[in-house]
Nanobody, 123 residues
Framework: QVQLVESGGGLVQAGGSLRLSCAAS????????MGWFRQAPGKEREFVAA????????NYPDSVKGRFTISRDNAKNTVYLQMNSLKPEDTAVYYC????????????????WGQGTQVTVSS
């Protein structure tokens, strides 16, 4: 039974910061690439950040580069997303995902998904 459970979402003012966590169980966490995606109402799920098995390589789209940081702690089976300088357009449900690939940036490349956590950024 594979489970990914996100936490840390909430309401924050524009310019503020938030840290999301994703706790994984039921899979060999240390050999899976991990990613974060988000989905706003009426929009497709979009890539936010990815990190490889060992935490030595990361990937971000231009929309969050320089503001968001993904990291992982394999001893705790947990991946994090540190979000700084938040903007109203960052408002979305954020999802944690696991892939057997080293690093993946597209939804179909991920095998497992969490239930999502709401992030709301007010202006």
């Amino acid at each position: 039974q594979v489970q990914l459970v996100e936490s840390g979402g909430g309401l924050v003012q524009a310019g503020g910061s938030l840290r999301l966590s994703c706790a994984a169980s039921g899979l060999p966490f240390s050999v899976y690439g991990m990613g974060w995606f988000r989905q706003a109402p009426g929009k497709e799920r979009e890539f936010v950040a990815a990190i490889n098995w060992y935490g030595s390589s990361t990937n971000y789209p231009d929309s969050v580069k320089g503001r968001f940081t993904i990291s992982r702690d394999n001893a705790k089976n947990t991946v994090y997303l540190q979000m700084n300088s938040l903007k109203p357009e960052d408002t979305a449900v954020y999802y944690c995902a696991a892939t057997a690939k080293l690093v993946a940036t597209k939804v179909p490349m991920y095998r497992y998904w969490g239930q999502g956590t709401q992030v709301t950024v007010s202006s």
